[in-house]
């Protein structure tokens, strides 16, 4: 198992220093940069205006040299310097990934179960009315865009119904502490992380159904019957458990992008998390701060893909035998 | 008998109702929307729309300007010009001091003067032909020219020329001053907390130099990314200002009829954004006289307000804005003729080549308009198929010059030579700017007319031309004007005298109070 770490973990890196310098090149490719961009912004700008900025930014040095800088600060574990935001980028990233972990965190553990346990529940009744509504449900989500859905659940949560703030992270200038503070958040949580976790939910829902009626078909299925266990215990310990492996799969998709998937959901529901700091970097041509959120999400990505093969470990112990 | 009491009382009722309305009560929390977010506060450094929005708040100017561009009083309580129009002397308000308590004097003027040329492209333009700046004593400033510049008593608003304090950046690097991210200016409020992608907040300076202002205790900027939930955050109460061009266009009427909601499209005449279309003069049919003229023939800028601005701005009929200085109604020419632009078009030899239209990537409303423009276009037989970029892309392309026909807008800051000659004159031809001659016109005529202008001392000599300089503009029709636009402010009626000066919200919450 430390072997198998170790070599996992060594190859990771490897891809990451990939990542960086395919990004790098990239992210060059898109017309315009960051000088012109702020330029633009001023509504005003002179050549000199220009050519101090793109020397801030470091623009100015040949390519392989921008290139070889930035690998060796990477290598330093320093992300480098945000010009735009005159702030450190570890930093700006720092601070948004809280918030954008709280929202995929709780759309994730929301989507995981209800989305497990509706199938399972589902696979149970297959073909009965509990299936069919649970199936009809599970769809509707799996096809309606997901800034649709939060723009009406805005307008149907917050603006006529008000039960729910329509935006936000928490109540700006409110002054809550300790635990109304908690509370507070959480009241801005329940729309965002919702509208992100149905997508997922029902992603699961029909995975675990399907597997699940798959495995239900099988011979230790009968065998466990023939032994006289009970329904509930059959389906619990026989056929979810090897039915969640592709479950285990999808979710290790889904945890690689807790860091950087949300954009929708963050801006419309103006939640300040990273999601939103990245598309306002692209838009911005902010260089250093793309490539430091690209960083972070595909450390994440890899990190999970190892979780997730870890699990698979776990849950079927046939595939510690096999490598 | 009966009618004259009942009148009367009428009167004395509408009476009390305007004493208790106009009597201004301290206090209060602002909550207005700022989009984008702004890249930072530091208005000496950064020159952009959010920027100033919020900053000028914390920063001044010399002088403020009424909606009919009257210079008033800021930093500056009088003012006087000499009489060959070189020299301009300022006596400063006595008692402003900085958000850290220390005063304002002379000194940081002269020092901003200095910072300003070297960060602030548009100060350079109008510090130009300044050869002295001098403190006699510590609350009068001099500044004396090389040559006469009408619009000089016109730059000194707080985003043209912003006070920077001499004690916190002199000798340092202005760039990299941690100061930058705790802006310190004079203004009526003081920067307090920043909570990146959520809200800036502002709090009252109990200091300010003028007596009793400010009147509210906070203002609280929310950062609110998506277009419909800003217009949400204004409809369930969230925030109650929503300055121009915080939501879409198609959500004003519904906004603004809302109960208890404001709306004023005053506040802009200093900026006067003007939007036309660059028309590529270098290469390909838009060099051609006739076919450019033939473009301005075949739009229907009645529609364009109407429909995609629904009812809000003005046709644009020449390169100066209604609101700036020397406007001359009686010099427009091109209507919506679509034969008269079938014929020029035939004049001038177009054989039907596709052009490139690129619209400004802002947001739904002029992606409507494009399609709007390139349908006049088609109506009479020009064919163009729209590029799609995004704001980078756009400034990489129209300073690049990589366009047949590009939409923009520009503020003219209240006077042709400020905001006006820089996209007609030929020195102002330079790759790398978006906000220059873009369409590569030149014509030594209007070259000549423009200097003449911005040096004549008297303001009827600079009527009369500008009024040659524009009559020969509009018949070359390097650009085809389109609409003088408007940004409508929309508050909740209880936010009084919010907007009270050409600049509008740019201009601060300094006379601001709420209702209650």
Not at chain 2, 145 to 170: A, D, R
Not at chain 2, 263 to 270: A, D
Not at chain 2, 453 to 472: C, F, H, I, M, N
């Given at each position: 198992m430390a072997l198998f770490l170790a070599r996992r973990l060594g190859k990771g890196i490897l891809v990451l220093l990939a990542i960086v310098v395919l990004n790098f090149f990239l992210i060059r490719l898109a017309p315009g940069d960051p000088a012109l961009v702020m330029a633009g912004e001023a509504g005003a700008g002179d050549e000199l205006y220009v050519a101090q900025l793109r020397e801030k930014f470091g623009l100015d040095q040949p390519l392989p040299l921008q290139l070889g800088l930035y690998l060796r600060s990477i290598l330093s574990l320093d992300l480098g310097y945000s010009v735009r935001q005159q702030m450190p980028v570890g930093r700006l990233i720092l601070d948004r990934l809280p918030a954008t972990l709280l929202l995929t965190g709780t759309?994730?553990?929301?989507?995981?179960?209800?989305?497990?346990?509706?199938?399972?529940?589902?696979?149970?009744?297959?073909?009965?009315?509990?299936?069919?509504?649970?199936?009809?449900?599970?769809?509707?989500?799996?096809?309606?865009?997901?800034?649709?859905?939060?723009?009406?659940?805005?307008?149907?949560?917050?603006?006529?119904?008000?039960?729910?703030?329509a935006f936000g992270f928490e109540t700006v200038g409110g002054g809550y502490t300790g635990l109304a503070r908690a509370a507070d958040i959480a009241r801005h949580l329940v729309l965002p992380s919702l509208t992100l976790g149905l997508f997922f939910m029902a992603v699961y829902v029909r995975m675990t159904r399907a597997s699940m009626l798959e495995v239900a078909g099988l011979d230790f299925v009968k065998t466990a019957r023939a032994k006289g266990l009970r329904e509930g215990t059959v389906q619990r310990r026989h056929v979810l458990r090897n039915a969640l492996l592709p479950v285990v799969t999808l979710a290790g998709l889904q945890a690689g992008t807790l860091v950087g998937g949300a954009i929708l959901t963050e801006t419309v529901f103006a939640w300040p998390g990273i999601g939103r700091l990245m598309y306002e970097a692209l838009l911005q041509r902010d260089y250093n701060l793309l490539l430091g959120v690209f960083v972070v999400s595909s450390a994440m990505v890899l990190l999970f893909n190892l979780v997730t093969d870890v699990i698979y470990r776990v849950v079927d112990p046939r595939i510690e035998a096999a490598s | 008998m009966v009618r004259l009491i009942v009148s009367g009382a009428v009167v004395l009722l509408a009476l009390a109702g305007a004493a208790v309305a106009q009597a201004p009560k301290p206090g209060g929390v602002a909550n207005a929307v700022i989009q984008p977010?702004?890249?930072?506060?530091?208005?000496?450094?950064?020159?952009?729309?959010?920027?100033?929005?919020?900053?000028?708040?914390?920063?001044?100017?010399?002088?403020?300007y009424s909606e009919t561009l009257e210079p008033k009083p800021g930093l500056a309580e009088s003012w006087t010009v000499g009489p060959d129009g070189k020299t301009y002397t300022f006596s400063l308000v006595k008692n402003a001091t900085w958000h850290d308590g220390k005063p304002f004097t002379a000194a940081d003027v002269l020092f901003s003067v200095e910072f300003l040329k070297q960060t602030h492209p548009r100060a350079r333009g109008n510090m130009a032909k300044v050869t002295s700046v001098a403190a006699p004593d510590p609350h009068t400033v001099v500044f004396t020219l090389s040559e006469p510049f009408g619009?000089?008593?016109?730059?000194?608003?707080?985003?043209?020329?912003?006070?920077?304090?001499?004690?916190?950046?002199?000798?340092?690097?202005?760039?990299?001053?941690?100061?930058?991210?705790?802006?310190?200016?004079?203004?009526?409020?003081?920067?307090?907390?920043?909570?990146?992608?959520?809200?800036?907040?502002?709090?009252?300076?109990?200091?300010?130099?003028?007596?009793?202002?400010?009147?509210?205790?906070?203002?609280?900027?929310?950062?609110?990314?998506?277009?419909?939930?800003?217009?949400?955050?204004?409809e369930t109460g969230k925030v109650d200002i929503l300055p121009g061009g915080s939501v879409e266009n198609f959500d004003v009427p519904r906004l603004s009829q809302m109960k208890g909601a404001c709306v004023t499209g005053k506040g802009w005449e200093f900026f006067g954004p003007h939007s036309w279309l660059w028309l590529n003069?270098?290469?390909?049919?838009?060099?051609?006289?006739?076919?450019?003229?033939?473009?301005?023939?075949a739009?229907?800028?009645?529609?364009?307000?109407?429909?995609?601005?629904?009812?809000?701005?003005?046709?644009?009929?020449?390169?100066?804005?209604?609101?700036?200085?020397?406007?001359?109604?009686?010099?427009?020419?091109?209507?919506?003729?679509p034969a008269k632009a079938k014929a020029l078009l035939k004049q001038s030899g177009y054989k039907g080549e596709t052009l490139r239209l690129l619209p400004v990537p802002y947001g739904e409303t002029w992606q409507r308009w494009a399609e709007a423009v390139k349908q006049n276009l088609e109506d009479v037989g020009i064919k163009t198929e729209i590029v799609a970029t995004d704001v980078a892309g756009w400034n990489q392309k129209t300073s690049e010059w990589d366009y047949d026909i590009a939409f923009t807008y520009l503020y003219q800051y209240g006077d042709?030579?400020?905001?006006?000659?820089?996209?007609?004159?030929?020195?102002?031809?330079?790759?790398?700017?978006?906000?220059?001659?873009?369409?590569?016109?030149?014509?030594?005529?209007?070259?000549?007319?423009f200097a003449e202008a911005a040096?004549?001392?008297?303001?009827?000599?600079?009527?009369?031309?500008?009024?040659?300089?524009?009559?020969?503009?509009?018949?070359d029709a390097p650009v085809a004007w389109l609409l003088e636009l408007q940004f409508p402010t929309i508050t909740r009626c209880k936010v009084k005298d919010l907007v009270t000066t050409g600049i509008g919200v740019n201009d601060g919450f300094r006379d601001a109070w709420i209702e209650r």
């Amino acid at each position: 198992m430390a072997l198998f770490l170790a070599r996992r973990l060594g190859k990771g890196i490897l891809v990451l220093l990939a990542i960086v310098v395919l990004n790098f090149f990239l992210i060059r490719l898109a017309p315009g940069d960051p000088a012109l961009v702020m330029a633009g912004e001023a509504g005003a700008g002179d050549e000199l205006y220009v050519a101090q900025l793109r020397e801030k930014f470091g623009l100015d040095q040949p390519l392989p040299l921008q290139l070889g800088l930035y690998l060796r600060s990477i290598l330093s574990l320093d992300l480098g310097y945000s010009v735009r935001q005159q702030m450190p980028v570890g930093r700006l990233i720092l601070d948004r990934l809280p918030a954008t972990l709280l929202l995929t965190g709780t759309a994730f553990l929301i989507s995981l179960t209800l989305g497990v346990a509706l199938g399972a529940l589902a696979a149970r009744r297959a073909g009965r009315l509990a299936d069919t509504a649970i199936t009809a449900l599970a769809l509707l989500f799996y096809a309606t865009p997901l800034f649709w859905v939060s723009l009406m659940a805005i307008i149907v949560f917050s603006v006529r119904l008000d039960w729910l703030p329509a935006f936000g992270f928490e109540t700006v200038g409110g002054g809550y502490t300790g635990l109304a503070r908690a509370a507070d958040i959480a009241r801005h949580l329940v729309l965002p992380s919702l509208t992100l976790g149905l997508f997922f939910m029902a992603v699961y829902v029909r995975m675990t159904r399907a597997s699940m009626l798959e495995v239900a078909g099988l011979d230790f299925v009968k065998t466990a019957r023939a032994k006289g266990l009970r329904e509930g215990t059959v389906q619990r310990r026989h056929v979810l458990r090897n039915a969640l492996l592709p479950v285990v799969t999808l979710a290790g998709l889904q945890a690689g992008t807790l860091v950087g998937g949300a954009i929708l959901t963050e801006t419309v529901f103006a939640w300040p998390g990273i999601g939103r700091l990245m598309y306002e970097a692209l838009l911005q041509r902010d260089y250093n701060l793309l490539l430091g959120v690209f960083v972070v999400s595909s450390a994440m990505v890899l990190l999970f893909n190892l979780v997730t093969d870890v699990i698979y470990r776990v849950v079927d112990p046939r595939i510690e035998a096999a490598s | 008998m009966v009618r004259l009491i009942v009148s009367g009382a009428v009167v004395l009722l509408a009476l009390a109702g305007a004493a208790v309305a106009q009597a201004p009560k301290p206090g209060g929390v602002a909550n207005a929307v700022i989009q984008p977010e702004p890249p930072g506060l530091m208005l000496g450094l950064l020159q952009n729309g959010p920027t100033q929005m919020v900053a000028g708040n914390i920063y001044e100017g010399l002088l403020r300007y009424s909606e009919t561009l009257e210079p008033k009083p800021g930093l500056a309580e009088s003012w006087t010009v000499g009489p060959d129009g070189k020299t301009y002397t300022f006596s400063l308000v006595k008692n402003a001091t900085w958000h850290d308590g220390k005063p304002f004097t002379a000194a940081d003027v002269l020092f901003s003067v200095e910072f300003l040329k070297q960060t602030h492209p548009r100060a350079r333009g109008n510090m130009a032909k300044v050869t002295s700046v001098a403190a006699p004593d510590p609350h009068t400033v001099v500044f004396t020219l090389s040559e006469p510049f009408g619009p000089f008593l016109g730059v000194f608003e707080v985003g043209s020329l912003p006070m920077i304090p001499k004690h916190v950046y002199e000798g340092t690097d202005y760039k990299t001053n941690p100061a930058n991210n705790t802006p310190i200016g004079t203004g009526p409020f003081m920067f307090k907390e920043w909570k990146k992608g959520s809200f800036i907040r502002l709090v009252k300076n109990p200091n300010y130099h003028v007596a009793g202002r400010p009147y509210l205790d906070e203002i609280y900027w929310h950062v609110i990314p998506d277009a419909a939930s800003r217009a949400v955050a204004f409809e369930t109460g969230k925030v109650d200002i929503l300055p121009g061009g915080s939501v879409e266009n198609f959500d004003v009427p519904r906004l603004s009829q809302m109960k208890g909601a404001c709306v004023t499209g005053k506040g802009w005449e200093f900026f006067g954004p003007h939007s036309w279309l660059w028309l590529n003069n270098r290469q390909g049919p838009t060099a051609n006289k006739a076919f450019r003229q033939a473009v301005s023939y075949a739009i229907d800028r009645d529609f364009a307000r109407d429909v995609i601005w629904n009812g809000l701005g003005k046709p644009a009929i020449g390169p100066v804005s209604s609101s700036t200085r020397f406007f001359n109604a009686k010099l427009g020419q091109y209507s919506y003729d679509p034969a008269k632009a079938k014929a020029l078009l035939k004049q001038s030899g177009y054989k039907g080549e596709t052009l490139r239209l690129l619209p400004v990537p802002y947001g739904e409303t002029w992606q409507r308009w494009a399609e709007a423009v390139k349908q006049n276009l088609e109506d009479v037989g020009i064919k163009t198929e729209i590029v799609a970029t995004d704001v980078a892309g756009w400034n990489q392309k129209t300073s690049e010059w990589d366009y047949d026909i590009a939409f923009t807008y520009l503020y003219q800051y209240g006077d042709p030579a400020l905001g006006v000659a820089r996209n007609y004159i030929s020195s102002q031809i330079a790759k790398g700017s978006p906000f220059n001659n873009v369409e590569g016109y030149s014509n030594p005529a209007v070259d000549k007319g423009f200097a003449e202008a911005a040096v004549a001392v008297s303001p009827a000599e600079r009527q009369a031309l500008y009024d040659g300089v524009v009559k020969t503009v509009i018949e070359d029709a390097p650009v085809a004007w389109l609409l003088e636009l408007q940004f409508p402010t929309i508050t909740r009626c209880k936010v009084k005298d919010l907007v009270t000066t050409g600049i509008g919200v740019n201009d601060g919450f300094r006379d601001a109070w709420i209702e209650r």
